[in-house]
């Protein structure tokens, strides 16, 4: 190889040990003498080299199966040799044997346009960080095979290719010999900076290695006074790269610094993490003004400062600092797994930068926690299981346990943790705030109240806590706690749009349909795109007998959206209150045209049908509603009431019955099945039916009718007549009744009258 390289301008047998600009500058300035040669018509020219030297390599090529070029820190001699090797690799006239391969090793990647031409036949190798495995066998390549000294290399190195070598052709011969004192790491370095000649600028290199990534800012915290108006000089150096706001160096440098500084000048390496750290909290500090608290961690300089500022304290005193690392690692596993990660890789890297074992051990555990399933769950466990966190700590831990498992809708889990995050943390509301939440889906509606009252116990003015816990009353059915919680909202933020939406509804339950109308009505003042307001105020317009107002309502609803299932029947149903029962079976349609599934429309639309005379139509949407649900107890009763009507009282008994066998004391089935008992000429199984709805309730007027009719058909004239009579005294003189009464005198009266 040396005969060839002899050939290259500036180049020979001592290139190996020259520094690269040398090597580079040296062909620069041959190449342009052999050009001022060549136009003096003197010496050769740059094609003439060329020529030489691919006749020199073709020489090499027949002795030898390969010749291989290597030309190594290409970021560097590149910019001198890339335009020569080119011309050398596309010259037609001295074509390289087809024997010869030559290797560029660099930081970067060939320029595109250039290399276009020969993109074909460049194979882009990149040199990451040796497996275990690779560690292992080059360095049973080089004779290094004990065991602790195997595990010591790996352990130092990082799987660092640069550093697996220099480490095995120190020849160890124990763990000790590869400690981070050992020569081979001062070879390293020095071989890095071996042409800085400056001792300031070698401090500040020293310096700047121990910050992970740098800029302007960090380089003056980091660096001796002396040093700090050379930023852009180190930003120049081979080993310094990095694009947009921060510069870092390369992996094997800083290394090699990171463990010479941390063995040779411990006081040093001390005081500049915590210097750094105190800059970066600094920073941090200056952040958190312009920031509300609960936005620290989705911003990303807040983050960054303080990310760099624990990594820098867990350098400094790893034993002391662990600790709150810790604690600030369960803040970042409740945010979102890419904060998660970021914290894990500050410890791995703090747990290689100090060879501490509790780092490590650390480290590890986390890192195996955030590469599997659920991330966030598995590192809070992990931090549950062997830190030693503080009492609050293990609270929030819990607490963002329970955040996530609820955001999965793992509801009862979430409230297992979350019952764990009250007990070590009784005040934060936080937590019971979502075990709260965590209990309503769950439908456990009073423990949701529960949760709700502890949090205005402890923070009496929260009004939203208040507002919650009105809603929360309201689902569960307690109106009027519901009215209390909810009026309290509004004294303290009267423009609360969901607050008197939520009244409005409390209102309409509790049959104060003006105040239910005057709360929503303000309500859309406020917000005035609500479908759900708009339907309730429809609501309580029906139920105050203004139809035209519910159904001006119940139109503004469905323009703001079209399919709402609930404001169509609504609609629909206030259509057959006006006998408009076209218009209400268009409406029931449009429902279960979005949803064939949809029972109730099935129910409703069958009504319709029935009070328009489509009687075999209404039985087959009420079939249709029991093929999707056989006990649905209004679906039976309709169907019931249509089976009377057609005359089949046997089907019509039977639906009542098995609607009867859910709800046993419903009033209206009974009567209606006693009605058809009588029709059927069942009178005794009437009588019994009807005794039952008048036991429930002795006032029932239509009940006493006709258990005065089935007793009249039964021969039981006393007992009919004062069934009438009651009626008549509850009711009135009805023609029904008159006519009833005037049927039983006929019948007592006998075949003469």
């Known amino acids: ?87 050398l690799l596309e010259d037609p006239s001295g074509t390289l044997p087809m024997n010869v391969l030559v290797v560029m090793a660099g930081r970067g990647v060939l320029a595109e346009r250039p290399w276009a031409p020969l993109r074909p036949h460049v194979v882009d190798v990149p040199l990451a960080e040796f ?97 700090r108006g050379r930023w852009g000089w180190l930003c120049g150096q081979p080993f310094v790269s990095g694009h947009g706001d921060f510069k870092h160096y390369h992996a094997v440098v800083r290394a090699s ?34 920031l509300p608290r609960s936005k ?24 002391c600092q662990l600790a709150a690392a810790l604690e600030e690692a369960v803040h970042a596993a409740g945010q979102d797994v890419a904060v998660l990660r970021q914290w894990v890789d500050v410890l791995q890297l703090a747990a290689y930068d100090t060879v501490d074992a509790g780092l490590l051990a650390w480290a590890r555990r986390l890192d195996a926690a955030v590469t599997g399933d659920e991330p966030q769950l598995a590192a809070l466990a992990v931090l549950l299981e062997h830190g030693s966190l503080s009492t609050e700590g293990r609270g929030r831990a819990h607490t963002f346990r329970g955040h996530t498992f609820h955001a999965a809708e793992r509801y009862q889990e979430a409230v297992d943790e979350l019952n764990r995050a009250v007990v070590l943390a009784p005040r934060d509301v936080g937590a019971w705030g979502l075990r709260g939440s965590a209990h309503y889906r769950l439908n456990h509606f009073d423990c949701a109240i529960d949760d709700f009252t502890t949090i205005v116990g402890l923070e ?72 759900f307001a708009f339907a309730e105020r429809g609501k309580a317009h029906q139920r105050l007998g203004r139809p035209e107002d519910a159904f001006a309502d119940y139109n503004s609803a469905l323009r703001l959206e079209p399919t709402h299932a609930g404001v169509l029947i609504d609609r629909g149903c206030l259509h057959r209150e006006a006998d408009r029962y076209a218009e209400a079976i268009a409406d029931f349609t449009s429902v279960i045209e979005s949803d064939p599934t949809h029972r109730f429309a099935y129910v409703v639309r069958g009504v319709a049908r029935f009070q328009a005379g489509q009687l075999a139509e209404a039985l087959q949407d009420l079939d249709t509603a029991l093929v999707l649900d056989a006990t649905d107890h209004l679906a039976l009763a309709c169907r019931g009431t249509v089976y009377q009507h057609v005359g089949r009282f046997d089907d019509a008994v039977g639906d ?25 000429g069942r009178h005794t199984d009437a009588v019994k039916d009807l005794t039952a709805a008048l036991d429930l309730n002795p006032s029932h007027v239509e009940a006493l009718h006709l258990r005065g009719i089935a007793h009249r058909q039964s021969g039981d004239f006393a007992h009919a007549r004062e069934d009438l009579a009651q009626a008549v005294a509850l009711q009135g003189a009805t023609v029904d009744l008159l006519f009833e009464q005037a049927m039983l005198d006929t019948v007592e009266s006998g075949p003469e009258s």
Do not use: K
Not at 661 to 670: A, C, K, M, N
């Open 257 to 290: 610094m990171v463990r010479q500084q941390q063995a040779h000048s411990p006081q040093r390496w001390t005081e500049t993490h915590l210097r750094l750290a105190d800059a970066h909290a600094a920073w941090r500090a200056a952040a958190e003004r312009d």
């Open 1 to 87: 190889m040396l005969g060839a390289a002899s050939f290259l301008p500036g180049v020979g047998a001592a290139t190996a040990m020259a520094n690269p600009d040398a090597a580079a500058q040296g062909l620069d300035r041959m190449r342009a003498g052999a050009r001022g040669r060549g136009r003096r018509g003197r010496g050769v020219d740059a094609s003439g080299m060329n020529r030489a030297f691919v006749a020199e390599l073709g020489r090499l090529c027949g002795r030898h199966p390969w010749v291989v070029l290597f030309f190594d820190t290409w970021e560097q001699t590149g910019g001198l040799l890339d335009e020569w090797l080119r011309d």
């Open 460 to 531: 009496p003015d929260d009004h939203l806590a208040r507002y919650a816990r009105g809603a929360l009353h309201l689902r569960a059915g307690h109106v009027e706690e519901a009215l209390t919680d909810l009026t309290a909202t509004l004294a303290a933020d009267p423009a609360h749009a969901q607050a008197l939406m939520l009244r409005g509804c409390a209102n309409l339950q509790a049959d104060r349909s003006e105040d239910a109308v005057r709360d929503l009505t303000d309500a859309l003042d406020i917000g005035p795109h609500s479908a």
């Open 131 to 227: 497996t275990e495995t690779e560690t292992r066998t080059l360095l049973a390549a080089r004779g290094v095979t004990e065991p602790g000294v195997v595990d010591a290399v790996l352990r130092l190195s990082l799987g660092l290719p640069l550093l697996v070598e220099l480490l095995a052709l120190a020849e160890p011969e124990s763990a000790e010999d590869v400690g981070a004192d050992a020569d081979v790491v001062d070879v390293a370095v020095d071989r890095f900076v071996q042409w800085v000649n400056d001792p300031h600028d070698r401090d500040a290199i020293l310096a700047c290695a121990l910050a992970p990534r740098l800029n302007e800012d960090v380089f003056a915290a980091a660096v001796p006074h002396e040093a």
């Open 296 to 319: 620290l961690w989705s911003d990303a300089r807040w983050l960054r400062h303080r990310l760099d500022e624990t990594y820098h304290r867990l350098c400094a005193q790893p034993a």
């Open 656 to 680: 009542l019955t098995i609607a009867l066998d859910s709800r046993p004391d419903d009033i209206s089935v009974l009567t209606l099945r006693g009605e058809a008992h009588g029709q059927a």
